[in-house]
């Protein structure tokens, strides 16, 4: 499937709209349309239906150390700074972005990619936004373009070494054609020799900066630079802030999981591929606290546990991967780390995109809330102190510390937390679905057919009725069925056109039935119930109907 089939499909069927489009559209921003908003409200309740009100207490699910609870929460997107000062988004949560001099564009340094190429005796560093194949053609048309040859010059181009980072420009450069040692004393990054991806000549490229991505806002009108504060960039801090709350609030005890499903805001530099990377999205958050002694097998608990919520909701092919971080990628504080990954279609072949990660962060975010911005030291995580030997941002000096009345030990939870991305997971689950096949249309010929094979709990209407012709008590039949259905879940009646052209739009949307009132329900009551995947057709009584679908559904 190519990546622009989706896009088109989702606009043309109303899965989703570039935000603002009649004003030219607002990068990294998105509106789900009429299809897309259910869709999304499906992943949403999947999962909270999956990790909190369908998750019995009481027994152990399989793999898990013990039985556990689960609660939700749902925090307000506006926190109090110090939030963010001791969980280390304000000083840490930053990217490193380069600037173009001459195109006056901004990139994100690590996304910045570019070859080593050589022609009439000189070697630059081109660079491209382009990904997999079309970041080769890109490079091709802009060496090109640099040396002032056509196209049918093209075997005067000597390309060194693959298609690499412009972040490892120095290690990547070939022998004596990359930057000279004097030029990498005197400047910490030579980007003398490379095109920026907009520009026309080079060493236009500024040092690398850093960015944060927390969007700022003020509060109250009179406010002033004192009363910043910030939209939130995850949800989980919301959680960790209210663990007390959830504690003097309910009888749950450890190991209990908090969930919370909500927007994040990240003012990312280069907001790409389609919903992928946004600027404003939606995260499903859970933080599972428990027993320090008990933490490994946890972590390992909900890696598997979160791997196969992906996979019994259709995203069970070679696309999908656990991927488990090396010790290098571990954040400071995480004990262990790893990554739900799809490989979405724009990008390169191998590539796989991050949809869910799964972390170990120890008793890190309980602590930070409690002492201070904690940074690490050795082996150990201390309260970063300022120039005075005073903690850098205060805790809340609150203690939040669990004391177990049974075994009558006071601890520190450690926390494993499952963080998915809502608007990451319904992208995956549309490029999953996204099919094509050959079916007879009208008149028997072959014909392409485009269907979304959407798992039945996440598809946006489970069922549509259709009366075969406008006429002969047809639609009061078929209007009937669709009441009675509407009751029990989102159902579509639709009596224009041919009914072939009916099934292909329920199709290209995903519904996986469709009922049909036909001549023989006029005789005998029965109505055809056919199936989005198979093509299959099956009669059954027309006052049944409800309780077929919600059968086949699965409610
Ligand atoms: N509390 C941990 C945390 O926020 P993260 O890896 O930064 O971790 C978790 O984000 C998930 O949120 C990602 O796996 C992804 O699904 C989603 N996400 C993060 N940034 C996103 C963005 N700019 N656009 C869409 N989804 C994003």
Redesign the pocket.
């Known amino acids: 499937m190519e990546m622009d089939q989706l896009v088109a499909l989702c606009k043309r069927r109303g899965f989703l709209f570039q935000s603002s489009e009649i004003y030219g559209g607002l990068q990294?921003f998105w509106d789900y349309g009429p299809m897309g908003v259910e869709l999304k409200r499906n992943v949403r309740e999947a999962w909270w239906r999956d990790m909190v009100t369908a998750h019995n207490e009481l027994e152990p699910p399989p793999g898990a150390p013990s039985p556990y609870e689960m609660v939700g929460l749902d925090c307000a997107i506006i926190m109090h700074p110090q939030v963010w000062k001791c969980s280390g988004h304000y000083d840490l949560f930053h990217d490193l972005m380069v600037d173009c001099r001459e195109s006056k564009r901004r990139y994100r340094y690590d996304q910045v990619q570019g070859r080593w190429v050589e022609a009439k005796g000189q070697t630059i560093f081109v660079c491209t936004e382009a990904l997999g194949p079309e970041a080769t053609a890109d490079l091709q048309h802009k060496a090109l373009r640099f040396f002032n040859l056509r196209s049918k010059e093209a075997d005067e181009l000597e390309w060194h070494g693959p298609v690499t980072s412009l972040t490892t420009l120095e290690s990547s450069a070939p022998a004596g054609g990359g930057s000279t040692a004097a030029g990498r004393q005197e400047k910490l990054y030579d980007f003398s020799r490379v095109l920026g991806p907009d520009a026309k000549t080079l060493d236009t490229l500024t040092a690398p900066r850093e960015f944060n991505l927390m969007f700022k806002t003020i509060v109250g009108a009179l406010g002033g630079e004192e009363d910043a504060a910030f939209l939130r960039?995850?949800?989980?801090q919301g959680i960790f802030v209210n663990f007390k709350n959830v504690l003097d609030s309910t009888r749950v005890r450890v190991p209990f999981g908090v969930a919370q499903l909500g927007k994040?805001f990240?003012n990312?530099i280069t907001?790409r591929n389609f919903?992928?990377?946004?600027?404003e999205?939606e995260?499903m958050?859970i933080e599972f606290f428990c027993h320090p002694g008990q933490s490994r097998a946890w972590y390992q608990y909900w890696r598997d546990r979160r791997y196969r919520w992906y996979t019994d909701l259709g995203l069970a092919g070679q696309r999908l991967r656990l991927r488990d971080h090396s010790s290098e990628e571990l954040s400071h504080y995480s004990c262990g780390t790893a990554?739900i990954e799809y490989a979405f279609p724009f990008l390169a072949a191998g590539d796989f995109g991050?949809?869910?990660?799964v972390?170990h962060r120890g008793d890190f975010d309980l602590r930070s809330h409690m002492e201070g911005k904690l940074v690490r030291q050795g082996d150990a995580l201390v309260v970063e102190q300022d120039a005075q030997g005073k903690p850098k941002y205060r805790g809340s000096g609150k203690d939040l510390s669990y004391f177990d009345d049974l075994t009558k030990e006071r601890y520190l939870p450690h926390v494993i937390?499952p963080?998915?991305?809502a608007?990451?997971?319904t992208l995956a689950f549309l490029c999953e679905a996204y099919c094509e096949d050959q079916q007879p249309d009208e008149s028997g010929k072959p014909t392409k057919r485009v269907f979304l094979r959407l798992h039945p709990r996440l598809a946006p209407i489970k069922a549509a009725v259709f009366p075969l012709v406008k006429k002969d008590g047809m639609p009061e039949v078929a209007k009937e069925i669709y009441a009675a259905l509407k009751p029990h879940f989102n159902a579509f009646y639709d009596e224009k056109g041919a009914v072939g052209r009916r099934y292909r739009r329920q199709d290209e949307i995903g519904t996986p039935f469709c009922i049909t009132v036909d001549g023989q329900t006029l005789s005998d009551g029965t109505v055809t119930i056919r199936d989005r995947d198979t093509l299959r057709q099956w009669r059954v009584k027309k006052e049944d109907c409800p309780a077929e679908i919600r059968g086949r559904l699965g409610l």
Do not use: I, V, W, Y
């Not at 960039?233 to 989980?236: G, S």
């Not at 919903?275 to 600027?279: A, I, L, V």
């Open positions: 990294g960039p995850e949800t989980a994040s990240r990312e907001p919903t992928f990377r946004s600027r999205f995260q958050e990554d991050e949809l869910e990660g972390a937390e963080s998915a991305g608007d990451r997971a």
